[in-house]
């Protein structure tokens, strides 16, 4: 028996040394065969290919390939071709491993049966050619000279990919992501119709996990960072975690690099999914389609400086106005909106101070958001959304757009709620304390085109007492006009509404829009005009309609 045994060991022993001489030698065969050849391609006229090495594989019965580059080629006669390329790029891979070739059948049918392909730690470099000149005369280039296919692979697995695109010649890249993985399950491949993406290359399914993605944008002043993303096409989801649109000046200086008023935001939002994505209508016709969108978690924080004048040649535009206006068309089902927080920041015009207004814990739904032929024609954007004002009053609204008008519809409701609440935004802003007041409950409704806006409210509210401020020059503080409060108070304001005798007070919403100014400031100044119509004088009121409670 131990006599079989070494035999055994001897055998496998022998066998192992085969298999390394196998392996070793086969790398200087395909240097020997191959090397010249693969020195004189150039791929898209400028790029040259260098490798480490490659061997057979004997253990997977496939080729390892090491140390793999792309690279353009610096002869002078090459780099007179670099100005018509719009970019230049350098590609690393360290390993790519083909496991199971099938020669004798590829060699009989032209068909290249494989297990599977492993591409470990590429490194993509990506620069924008500041020279680059388009060819007066562009010749469509056309398919490799080949009949081959691929017909059989169970899985082309990417590693460790990086990717960094570089619009100048810094450092700093404008567009990164590290730690991408990506794996396409069963794909077929066919070389002879390579330029058509969608004709060459099949798949059953492909999923993708990438992590630390980074956009820089030097002109807009933002950055766009991502935690990390996964994508898998059997269940058409993609899901990002930690998006973050971060601006890269502090609030004085974004201010500063803008010659009128615009609005500084910084918004992070802790999940967003994307579910029932179509790729297929992508594909065809390059539309975005998908079935619902949640975000989870998100905080905007916007900011104003008033000190700065208004771009008189800006018109905003409605929200449907800008869906029909953008290039890319999309259809998006329903957008769920779950636990985000707004705060608004106003620095107001000759004054140091900010006003602040918070929306908390908002849960909204949009639906019908879309810009295709079909959906213009037919559907309405909805907005239902819930939230709290200062976390003190609860505040539900309805906004409806159809899609090919230039009108929409809104409505909304709030509870009871603290008057003197609103104090973060009216001292700053507009000098003005609420010192007492509550509302009971608030309603509006209404309807506006693009330049005027219309509609009724109902405001109950009681104990109303206000006080406007003054800032004397030494102290800095602010104080009360005493005379002009009182009167304001006695006389002017009414205190309550329905007031002692019941009788109640309905409000109109009437407001030209400044068409300089957005869709958001067209709505919020809208509904002030009737709280302005509310408090109006009582020999004003006089001339409305009562109704006894």
């Known amino acids: 028996m131990k006599k079989i045994y070494k035999k055994l060991i001897y055998l496998l022993i022998s066998i192992l040394i085969l298999l390394g001489i196998v392996y070793f030698a086969s790398g200087f065969i395909i240097k020997s065969l191959f090397s010249e050849k693969i020195n004189e391609i150039r791929i898209d006229e400028i790029y040259r290919i260098n490798y480490k090495s490659a061997h057979i594989n004997p253990f997977t019965f496939g080729v390892d390939i090491k140390g793999l580059e792309l690279i353009p080629d610096s002869s002078q006669e090459i780099q007179k071709l670099y100005k018509y390329h719009s970019i230049l790029a350098h590609i690393q891979i360290k390993k790519i491993a083909i496991h199971q070739i099938g020669l004798i059948h590829f060699l009989r049918t032209k068909e290249l049966n494989l297990d599977n392909i492993k591409i470990k730690k590429p490194i993509i470099n990506v620069y924008k050619n500041s020279h680059f000149k388009k060819k007066k005369k562009s010749e469509k280039k056309e398919a490799p000279d080949t009949d081959v296919i691929i017909t059989q692979l169970n899985d082309i697995q990417i590693n460790d990919f990086s990717y960094s695109y570089y619009v100048k010649g810094n450092l700093i890249s404008d567009f990164s992501f590290e730690s991408l993985i990506l794996e396409f399950n069963h794909p ?52 990002i975690h930690g998006f973050a649109f971060i601006p890269q000046l502090d609030k004085k200086a974004f201010a500063a690099s803008h010659t009128y008023q615009s609005d500084r935001m910084n918004l992070n939002i802790s999940l967003i999914e994307l579910l029932n994505i179509d790729i297929q209508r992508f594909l065809k016709d390059k539309t975005i389609c998908i079935k619902k969108m949640n975000v989870k978690g998100a905080n905007l924080e916007v900011f104003r400086d008033k000190n700065y004048p208004i771009d008189l040649k800006k018109f905003p535009k409605l929200p449907q106005q800008a869906l029909r206006a953008s290039k890319q068309k999309f259809e998006i089902d329903s957008i769920h909106i779950i636990h985000a927080n707004v705060v608004y920041l106003e620095k107001a015009e000759e004054t140091k101070k900010v006003g602040k207004i918070e929306l908390r814990n908002i849960n909204a739904k949009v639906t019908n958001m879309g810009n295709t032929k079909a959906w213009i024609s037919k559907k309405k954007m909805v907005v239902n959304a819930d939230f709290s004002l200062y976390d003190k009053g609860h505040i539900h609204t309805k906004l409806t757009f159809p899609l090919k008008a230039n009108t929409f519809y809104y409505s909304g409701h709030l509870s009871k709620m603290s008057l003197s609440a609103f104090n973060p935004f009216t001292i700053p802003v507009a000098s003005l304390k609420i010192k007492s007041g509550e509302t009971s409950k608030l309603d509006f409704q209404g309807s506006a085109n693009n330049t005027f806006s219309s509609g009724d409210m109902d405001f109950y509210y009681h104990d109303l007492k206000v006080s406007l401020l003054k800032k004397p020059k030494k102290s800095g503080k ?53 709280l302005k119509d509310t408090l109006i004088t009582q020999e004003n009121k006089k001339n409305k309609k009562t109704k006894k409670e």
């Open 188 to 239: 077929t491949i066919n070389l002879s119709k390579i330029p058509d993406i969608r004709e060459s290359i099949r798949f059953d399914d492909i999923s993708t996990d990438m992590e630390n993605i980074s956009i820089k944008n030097t002109k807009t002043h933002y950055h766009i960072n991502l935690k990390d993303l996964h994508y898998n096409k059997q269940n058409s989801k993609l899901i």
């Open 478 to 530: 602010a104080q009360e006009y005493k005379i002009v409060n009182y009167i304001a108070n006695r006389m002017l304001i009414p205190n309550e509404n329905p007031d002692k005798k019941g009788r109640f007070y309905h409000a109109s919403i009437d407001f030209e829009r400044d068409k300089n100014k957005g869709f958001f400031n067209y709505l919020v100044k809208s509904i002030l005009s009737g």
